[in-house]
């Protein structure tokens, strides 16, 4: 199947402090992709849909300006969690659409944040 | 999209099969059943998905009842690696999937 990775794998971070997620497309282009955010014993909850060359759209609840997202090229999209404060302590998922073929979805590892 | 519902755990004896069951009584024509896993603090795993005929590979076999309001997945021979909350999603096509609880699958020796 295809892969999608992720990086970092884990990250820990002061408050206050930035952080850039990567997640990339390995073996085929994205024209989509997806952020989700997980906590512990829920399930996941996506925070927004990245397209190519657009700007994303935040789900209900999902600050734009905290969390920043760039969909520069078809293999990779970026999450930064801007100001970065305990509560945003999380595990981080991306999501990239094979928009060909039989258009499913692949995912990434995932990021843990912890913020101190 | 559709709404499923999964039962919230099930257990497995080791190379055993596992079948999970999901409900998707108000699936409409044009959406697929697909399945995914998580294995703990890991990202999703994609398994499977079909429309309207049984599906198979090298994972595992999807069955759909003639009237698509069901599902199962079927693992064939369970192992301990198999270990995870399965999610069955329903959606058309091109649309993100939203994930539900799912069922936490363990697999005992």
């Known amino acids: 199947g295809a892969v999608v990775s992720q990086h970092p794998s884990w990250v820990i971070c002061k408050s206050g402090t930035s952080v850039k997620i990567e997640c990339r497309s390995l073996?085929?282009?994205?024209?989509?992709m997806f952020w989700y955010r997980q906590f512990p014993k829920q399930s996941l909850m996506l925070m927004a849909t990245?397209?190519?060359?657009?700007?994303?759209?935040?789900e209900q609840g999902v600050e734009k300006d905290k969390f920043l997202i760039n969909h520069a090229s078809l293999t990779l999209s970026t999450l930064t969690v801007t100001s970065a404060h305990p509560e945003d302590s999380s595990f981080y998922i991306c999501?990239?659409?094979?928009?060909?073929?039989?258009?499913?979805?692949?995912f990434g590892p995932g990021t843990r944040l912890t913020v101190l | 999209d559709a709404k499923t519902t999964q039962p919230t755990s099930m257990d497995c004896a080791e190379g055993r099969a596992a079948n999970l069951p999901c409900n998707h009584s108000?699936?409409?024509?044009?959406?697929?059943v697909y399945w995914y896993r998580q294995i703990h603090s890991q990202g999703p795993q994609y398994i499977i998905h079909?429309?309207?005929n049984n599906e198979t590979n090298e994972m595992a076999s999807l069955i759909i009842t003639e009237d698509r309001k069901s599902s199962t997945l079927i693992l064939p021979h369970a192992t301990l690696r198999d270990t995870a909350v399965y999610y069955c999603?329903?959606?058309?096509?091109?649309?993100?999937?939203?994930f539900g609880r799912g069922t936490s699958l363990i697999v005992h020796p």
């Open positions: 073996d085929f282009q994205a024209t989509t």
């Open positions: 999501s990239a659409r094979d928009g060909q073929g039989t258009d499913t979805q692949y």
């Open positions: 079909g429309l309207k």
């Open positions: 999603i329903v959606r058309v096509a091109g649309y993100i999937p939203t």
């Open positions: 990245s397209n190519e060359g657009s700007k994303a759209t935040y």
């Open positions: 108000t699936i409409s024509g044009n959406e697929y």
